[in-house]
């Protein structure tokens, strides 16, 4: 099943507009977003959900005009924090002990440790750590898509300062990293359409030590 998938999938080049993602396929794309692994369970990302169409098209002109942001219903901008501070790691502690009920001496102690080991880095070091973690929920969230037969499209070509700008992100201590749009294959138009999925062969991506 997980194989058919991902190989149904591929980076939608041409989106129907007609056909928009069902809003329980959307809940459904976050929710699995929303149980991507992170590091520490620090989830230290937030995802911009846009729909509004003038938006749409100002994202559309950061990214050398690529047709999919307008054409997808939704737009999903991974946005990564901009730094670690003690008062995201705190808040991360404190919902930990929301959700179970109290606080917990291991916990706290965790957390403190990592506060010693993240705090002192440079805010460019912790943006790189906190990117990766985005990305690893970007990857849940294509594979997510396929599962519910929505097409997406990965895009690193985009200007980030101008998303930034666009969402008004730098001033909530996060900066752009990815954007996924999501929506339904338009296959007239769409040249990568019906094309075979070409990957390295097992033995050249996969070294085994024994």
């Known amino acids: 099943m997980l194989h058919e998938k991902l190989n149904w999938r591929y980076a939608t080049k041409k989106m129907d507009p007609s056909r928009p993602v069902a809003p329980g396929q959307l809940t459904r794309i976050l929710e699995a977003i929303q149980l991507a692994p992170t590091s520490s369970g620090l ?3 937030e995802v ?6 003038e938006v749409k098209a100002k994202l559309r002109a950061a990214a050398y005009d690529q047709s999919q942001l307008t054409d997808g ?3 999903l901008v991974f946005a990564a924090w901009d730094n670690y501070t003690a008062e995201r790691i705190d808040a991360v ?17 965790y957390y ?10 440079s805010a460019a070091e ?5 990117a990766r973690q ?15 037969g929505v097409d997406a499209t990965p895009m690193e070509g985009f200007d980030p300062a101008q998303v930034d700008e666009i969402l008004g992100l730098r001033a909530r201590g996060l ?26 062969p097992m033995d050249a991506l996969v070294t085994k030590v024994a």
């Open 48 to 53: 911009i959900v846009v729909t509004n169409p």
């Open 134 to 148: 985005a990305y690893i929920a970007f990857g849940i969230a294509v594979t997510a898509a396929a599962f519910e």
């Open 73 to 75: 219903s939704h737009v």
């Open 126 to 130: 912790n943006h790189e750590h906190a």
């Open 93 to 109: 502690v404190a919902e930990i002990a929301r959700q179970r009920g109290g606080a917990s001496d291991t916990v706290t102690a």
């Open 43 to 45: 989830q230290p990302f």
């Open 112 to 121: 403190e440790r990592l506060k010693g080991m993240y705090l002192p880095r």
């Open 175 to 200: 900066r752009s990293v990815t954007l996924l749009p999501l929506g339904h294959r338009a296959e007239a138009g769409d040249w990568l359409a019906g094309l075979k999925k070409v990957r390295k």
